[in-house]
């Protein structure tokens, strides 16, 4: 009786990791500039422009170390290309990955030099992620077992 216990809980379980893996959204990875990554010279504006940028995305800086930096700031701040006061609150690693946690305006700059006054920022919007209108994996379980909760 314990082995086909235990069978049923892995067949179980495989339904379950089938049903709900597909569910698990990837965000999409944006490497901010493509192959021009972070650096000056750059439009950073016409690059974001043609994207949607989701909740759970993510952006890549990739530079030169020691030639830019990441800062996150808010509107006035990138407006004035006004770098924080803390500067340890920069990314500094050559290839910083920010995950866009929350929907709303988000701006970026580099804070090395003049870049940022030169065009080296970037200002997005994140929208929430959208909710698939399929039906949910427990839906799909509870079709399988005949509404048996787990």
Same mark, same amino acid.
């Given at each position: &009786?314990?082995?086909? =216990? ?5 067949? *179980? &379980? *495989?339904?379950?990791?089938? $049903? @709900?893996?597909?569910?698990?959204? &990837? ?18 504006? *016409? ?5 949607? $940028? ?23 701040? @990138? ?25 709303? %305006? ?17 200002? *997005? ?13 427990? %839906?799909?379980?509870?079709? =399988? $077992?005949?509404? $048996?909760? @787990?």
């Amino acid at each position: &009786m314990a082995m086909a =216990l235990s069978g049923y809980s892995n067949v *179980i &379980m *495989i339904v379950i990791v089938t $049903f @709900f893996s597909p569910c698990i959204a &990837m965000g999409t990875e944006y490497v901010v500039g493509d192959h021009h990554g972070w650096a000056t010279g750059f439009d950073y504006n *016409i690059w974001a422009a043609d994207k949607v $940028f989701k909740v759970g995305d993510s952006l890549v800086f990739r530079y030169e170390v020691g030639q830019h930096n990441v800062y996150r700031v808010n509107a006035t701040a @990138f407006q004035n290309c006004t770098v924080p006061s803390n500067h340890s609150e920069a990314l500094r690693s050559g290839n910083d990955v920010i995950v866009l946690a929350s929907p709303g %305006q988000k701006w970026y700059l580099c804070g090395v030099g003049e870049h940022c006054t030169t065009g080296q920022k970037l200002a *997005i919007t994140v929208v929430p992620s959208t909710i698939s209108s399929s039906p949910s994996p427990v %839906q799909h379980t509870k079709k =399988l $077992f005949g509404g $048996f909760h @787990f």
